[in-house]
């Protein structure tokens, strides 16, 4: 900084000064606000619950309700047009350990935000194929439709989002197999 200070004119000082400081004001103005445009990361976590078959009212103190029946765990990149409608590619690995498969789809999302404010309420679906990366992994055809809350972080602007997806994932000989699925999510967005 010295240096830059004595190559300038005593006058030229408390111009450039001022001219720092309004462009350091102007980028941290910038962060402050909510973007509602462009590219985004959001990663996210899930779980399916399920009945537990064995359970017994009254009687079994070791086994409870319900119980985890897979765990999702997904990758969205994306483009937000607006502060209502997005649209995403996803990259998901789900495990359902009652049944021992696992799955990974691919598949194009679209959210749009019923109500905007400090929280959104959104509603969103999406459509692909099951991948079959290996022996292990069932190839087929999957849907889901959701609904949830964006909430944002007061001091980050990061929103993250809660909510529910039904999900229908089709598979085996002639995609004549299915799971059906609702999942609790939690989800961080990066726009």
Do not use: C
């Amino acid at each position: 900084m010295k240096t830059i200070f004595k190559y300038l004119s005593n006058s030229m000082k408390p111009t450039f000064i001022l001219l720092l400081l309004f462009s350091t004001s102007s980028v941290f103005s910038q962060i402050d606000s909510v973007r509602t445009k462009g590219l985004f990361y959001k990663f996210s976590l899930a779980t399916t619950l399920t009945i537990n078959e064995d359970y017994n009212t009254g009687y079994d103190e070791d086994e409870t309700l319900l119980e985890p029946g897979a765990l999702p765990i997904y990758n969205t990149i994306g483009y937000q047009f607006d502060k209502r409608t997005s649209l995403g590619l996803n990259f998901e690995y789900a495990w359902h350990s009652k049944q021992g498969l696992h799955f990974f789809p691919m598949y194009l999302s679209f959210q749009y935000n019923i109500l905007t404010g400090s929280h959104n309420v959104f509603i969103r679906g999406g459509y692909g194929t099951l991948l079959g990366i290996s022996k292990d992994f069932e190839k087929g055809n999957m849907y889901k439709f959701g609904v949830g809350s964006q909430i944002f972080n007061g001091t980050l602007k990061l929103p993250a989002l809660i909510g529910l997806d039904f999900t229908r994932k089709r598979f085996g000989y002639r995609t004549l197999e299915g799971i059906s699925s609702v999942s609790i999510f939690l989800e961080a967005k990066f726009l």
